[in-house]
């Protein structure tokens, strides 16, 4: 299986890397609850928020 690179730019997260990467190998996308909103379809459901 080829390593993937997940790229995000959500800095609250703890798995949140500084070079803008994640440090998972993969992550659970979910629908929002509130889609059907712009910009506002798709969350990360593998987001921790940093303590
Ligand atoms: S778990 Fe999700 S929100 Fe957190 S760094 Fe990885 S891709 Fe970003």
Redesign the pocket.
Known sequence: MTKQR?N???TK?????HDN????NT?QIENCRDQGQDDHESL?????ESR
């Open positions: 997940i995000c730019m959500v997260c703890q798995h949140h890397s990467a994640c440090r998972l992550i990360c459901a593998s987001y921790e």
